[in-house]
């Protein structure tokens, strides 16, 4: 790989993560290239090297989204080899996603991203499609050693322990971040746990 391609990457990656900051202090609708080119600290024609238009920087967040997500689950799938250890770790993991980076659920609860271009509603699916087939995995893994019930579809959890998140993450994001988000889901995480061990 060449220099200058490479420094091109950094730089895109640079902008996604500006746009993400950006989208964390004026949501969706407070985006805009202009504003982006303030946010990184260029003219906004340095943005337009980079970028073709507003849509393809959407797409470079939507990849930093899922990037965030499935190093999650990398992460915890390193860390220990037991599969109710990696979704308890995975959906702490998760919360500080959210708690710590407001951008996300801006983004995963955006009228813009649901409503808008096809496109990115499209890949909005797919990134919480593989997310829930990583997680799938993970309990079909805990079937296996016979520490998650056998019975249980493994793609509905996925989805159901998502929704420990969710609705969790929509209050935090209400109530500016006064509602304890954290303390919510080690609740619900105790109850999941033991419903779904045999």
Same mark, same amino acid.
């Given at each position: 790989m060449s220099v200058k391609k490479f420094a091109t990457e950094i730089r895109r990656e640079q902008i996604a993560q500006a746009a993400v900051e950006l989208i964390a202090s004026q @949501? !969706?609708? @407070?985006f805009n !290239? +202009? @504003?982006? +080119?303030r946010q990184v600290g #260029?003219?906004?024609s340095a943005i337009y090297h980079h970028f073709k238009n507003k849509d393809e920087v959407i797409e470079a967040v939507l990849d930093h989204l899922q990037n965030r997500l499935l190093g999650n689950v990398r992460s915890v799938l390193s860390m220990t080899?037991?599969?109710l250890d990696q979704l308890k770790q995975l959906l702490a993991a998760h919360v500080e996603l959210v #708690? @710590?980076?407001? +951008? =996300?659920?801006?983004i995963l609860f955006s009228e813009d991203i649901y409503g808008g271009k096809s496109e990115h509603r499209s890949r909005l699916k797919d990134i919480i499609m593989r997310y829930i087939s990583e997680l799938a995995s993970i309990f079909r893994q805990g079937q296996q050693v016979r520490s998650i019930r056998p019975e249980?579809?493994?793609?509905a959890l +996925? #989805? =159901?322990f998502l929704g420990l998140l969710q609705p969790t993450a929509i209050l935090w994001h209400l109530s500016d971040g006064e509602f304890d988000a954290k303390k919510q889901v080690e609740k619900g995480w105790s109850i999941f746990a033991e419903a779904i061990r045999p």
């Open positions: @949501g !969706m609708k @407070g !290239m +202009a @504003g982006l +080119a #260029v003219a906004p080899p037991h599969p #708690v @710590g980076h407001s +951008a =996300m659920p801006r249980l579809d493994p793609e +996925a #989805v =159901m």
